[in-house]
T-cell receptor, first 110, second 115 residues
């Protein structure tokens, strides 16, 4: 079965960059890599996604390894509001299946 | 109102009760999902509806019964649940058809406790 693996937790200082890693060694050629984050008492929210190339948006950047077996979510300047659980997800196009991992709990220190 | 709205936010029920969870999306999406989130476990996909037709039933016990009357509303009917069914139940929607831009939009969830 498809599976993503992430560290259970990470810490970062406020206003410093954060690199959140994810392994998805069973990813197929057409699977997209999505990242979501879940703030306390809320449902997950979309952060960013990509297929092969690195991607940037206003929230974060996504760096995808050349073999696509891993990716890294980059928060350029962490703020206290970025404290959340970050989920790396494989999306198999055409199947409606988003495979979530157990997530990384990010703690941001003031 | 915008986004995905779930009601109620919290629900406590006994094992013999019947209750329903409601989800409404105001995004014009054509697919809706039910996910279960238990402590320290990955999100589990339960059901998917596309254009009101069920496309996924992820081996969910029959005590969970979904209903999708139209593309904006999704229900999860609950009956004779077990304590291990206590979890956060999340509804999500997406616009299926443009693969490169498909993504999930989640509601805030219903925190269910079964006594």
């Amino acid at each position: 079965d498809a599976k993503t693996t992430q560290p259970n937790s990470m810490e970062s200082n406020e206003e410093e960059p954060v690199h959140l890693p994810c392994n998805h060694s069973t990813i197929s050629g057409t699977d997209y890599i999505h990242w979501y984050r879940q703030l306390p008492s809320q449902g997950p929210e979309y952060v960013i996604h990509g297929l092969t190339s690195n991607v940037n948006n206003r929230m974060a950047s996504l760096a995808i390894a050349e073999d696509r077996k891993s990716s890294t979510l980059i928060l350029h300047r962490a703020t206290l509001r970025d404290a959340a659980v970050y989920y790396c997800t494989q999306y198999t196009s055409g199947t409606y299946k988003y495979i979530f991992g157990t997530g990384t709990r990010l703690k941001v220190l003031a | 109102e915008t986004g995905v709205t779930q009601t109620p936010r919290h629900l406590v029920m006994g094992m013999t009760n019947k209750k329903s969870l409601k989800c409404e999306q105001h995004l014009g999406h054509n697919a809706m999902y039910w996910y279960k989130q238990s402590a320290k476990k990955p999100l589990e996909l339960m059901f998917v509806y596309n254009f009101k037709e069920q496309t996924e039933n992820n081996s969910v016990p029959s005590r969970f019964s979904p209903e999708c009357p139209n593309s904006s509303h999704l229900f999860l009917h609950l009956h004779t649940l077990q304590p291990e069914d206590s979890a956060l139940y999340l509804c999500a929607s997406s616009q299926v058809g443009q693969v490169a831009d498909e993504k999930l939009f989640f509601g805030s969830g219903t925190q269910l406790s079964v006594l």
